[in-house]
């Protein structure tokens, strides 16, 4: 009887050892195959963003020339907001300078900086996958910042806008990461980290302290949770919060440290210049509805309607970290709404809190298991599982496709000479450059209203006047006094109006006065003229 027993035994363990075997081999080929994709994404991440890098086109039509010539003059020894005027917060350009000044001070290496700090979005994506769905969101999360257009042509371009996302996915990564691990070393770690990340992101970019709101309400559930004394919290639980909060407020202080000696300056162009520029935009620019057309191209595509999904199916299993993700969305929107004067790339403010929406719409089919009681409800879950991966993929090429526009548009139309006008624009932004490197010295300044001529020259303007932009001369922090006033710099040898803004009312009798201290070396046509000394 015995032996029979133990016979049944073995025949009852080996006709289960082949099942057994079979998990094992999925699972350690599964862990395999995850890596060669999450490789095969950075991989491609990385390609993308070093493609027709150096394409010698002002990608975003003012701006890129702005901080290049800021970055000129920090490698020339000025310092930002005393000398150079600035009107973002310390970090972007800080964190863009490093590699800029290692790679030569070119066009390409101030945007090969930009997109090395745009790569650490990646990490961000990743761990808010893996807090919010796992591998599947893992993958999702990843696949969706790879294709996203906005972040894609954002991380070629030299703007805040790359460097702040980045952060900014770091930051609510650690955050959903410290939920899941609330206490302990750990704890404090993520904690730390998510402080530190949320720091620098509102540091590069002002728009991105929206990002608080989702940081915030997990921080008050843990607070409440704690408060409460439910099980699994203690006195050392108010830790990890306190290492938050305190990382948080050290960052900002060493980002602040460096200017303390002109804080002034330092306020006046990160604080006041904004308050002044909402005042002074006036028009159609200065209304909601304008915002809101801004906003329009984001919320066409696919990616909405699969955080829709991801928000609707996590309220009905009753996931509540969904709750968090959508107050982000709705106070960024928001915020995006009432802020003058908008332009097209802050609305790369939105995405953020689309892919973590999104992310939930592929959560493991487990987490609707343990919402469904009944036998009869649980046959639905494969396809309500299978439709949120539809639903991401969809967005997925969506996407792609756009990417694929974008790289064929302007860039690559101008370098391919694909388009006969935009290679004509090109062609004349060189030879104007080219003028402008034979006409004064490497150590010479030129004034000019387009900046990413000069930079293409390989020249650079006064500290004061790397931004001659609308918005500053009609705010009056750039005045007729003070382009006259820099102009009879012994240094300034030539002066070159380009993109119109010098013949605005405020500033309309710079070009007398030029022409009464200059000589006309070049004449282009529709008031593009070259002067120097």
Avoid at 347 to 367: G, T
Wanted: hydrophobic content about 50%; some cysteine.
């Amino acid at each position: 009887m015995s032996t029979s027993l133990n016979t049944a035994h073995i025949l009852s363990k080996d006709s289960r050892f082949p099942d057994q075997r079979t998990r094992e081999f999925a699972q350690r080929w599964g862990g395999l195959l995850f890596w060669v994709a999450v490789a095969l994404i950075i991989a491609a991440a990385v390609v993308m963003r070093l493609y027709h890098l150096d394409v010698p086109f002002d990608r975003d039509g003012y701006d890129e020339g702005v901080y290049w010539q800021s970055l000129r003059s920090m490698l020339a020894g000025d310092s930002l907001y005393h000398t150079i005027f600035y009107s973002q917060p310390p970090l972007f350009l800080l964190s863009t300078y490093p590699a800029f000044a290692l790679f030569g001070g070119s066009l390409w290496s101030a945007r090969f900086s930009i997109a090395l700090i745009s790569l650490l979005g990646f990490p961000g994506a990743y761990l808010l996958g893996k807090s919010l769905a796992g591998r599947v969101g893992v993958l999702a999360a990843l696949l969706l910042l790879l294709v996203n257009p906005f972040y894609l042509a954002e991380s070629q371009t030299i703007q805040a806008e790359a460097s702040s996302v980045a952060f900014t996915f770091l930051a609510i990564g650690f955050a959903f990461l410290w939920w899941k691990q609330p206490d302990g070393r750990r704890g404090a770690c993520w904690a730390g980290l998510c402080g530190l990340t949320f720091t620098a992101s509102v540091f590069c970019k002002l728009l991105c302290i929206s990002t608080l709101v989702p940081i915030a309400l997990l921080m008050l559930a843990r607070a409440r949770q704690i408060w409460q004394r439910q099980p699994g919290t203690s006195r050392r639980s108010w830790l990890p919060l306190l290492a938050g909060i305190g990382a948080a407020l050290l960052t900002a202080l060493l980002s602040i440290l460096p200017f303390l000696g002109s804080f002034r300056d330092f306020w006046a162009g990160m604080i006041t210049f904004h308050q002044a520029s909402a005042v002074a935009v006036s028009g159609p620019q200065s209304t909601m509805s304008y915002n809101l057309g801004l906003m329009t191209p984001a919320f066409r595509s696919l990616l909405v309607l699969a955080a829709l999904y991801g928000t609707l199916i996590s309220l009905w299993r009753k996931d509540w970290r969904v709750l968090p993700l959508l107050a982000w969305l709705l106070v960024t929107f928001f915020l995006l709404l009432i802020y003058h004067p908008l332009f097209d790339h802050h609305v790369i403010a939105l995405e953020p809190p689309l892919i973590a929406l999104a992310i939930l719409s592929v959560v493991e089919p487990a987490a609707y298991q343990n919402f469904l009681a009944g036998e009869h409800l649980k046959k639905y879950v494969p396809a309500f599982f299978s439709l949120g991966i539809l639903l991401v993929l969809f967005a997925v090429a969506f996407n792609a496709g756009q990417d694929i526009l974008y790289y064929q548009q302007s860039p690559l139309a101008i370098l391919n000479h694909v388009g006969t006008q935009a290679a004509s624009i090109s062609q004349e932004n060189e030879r104007v450059a080219g003028d402008l490197r034979r006409a004064i010295a490497p150590d010479q300044w030129v004034i000019t209203d387009g900046q990413f001529i000069a930079g293409l020259a390989d020249r650079s303007t006064p500290p004061s006047l790397v931004d001659t932009s609308n918005v500053r001369i009609t705010t009056g922090y750039v005045t007729l006094a003070q382009l006259e006033q820099a102009a009879a710099n012994p240094r300034v040898h030539a002066v070159l109006f380009y993109t119109g803004r010098f013949y605005q009312h405020k500033v309309a009798g710079f070009h007398a006065w030029v022409a009464r201290h200059f000589h006309l070396l070049y004449n282009y046509g529709n008031g593009q003229e070259l002067w120097v000394r």
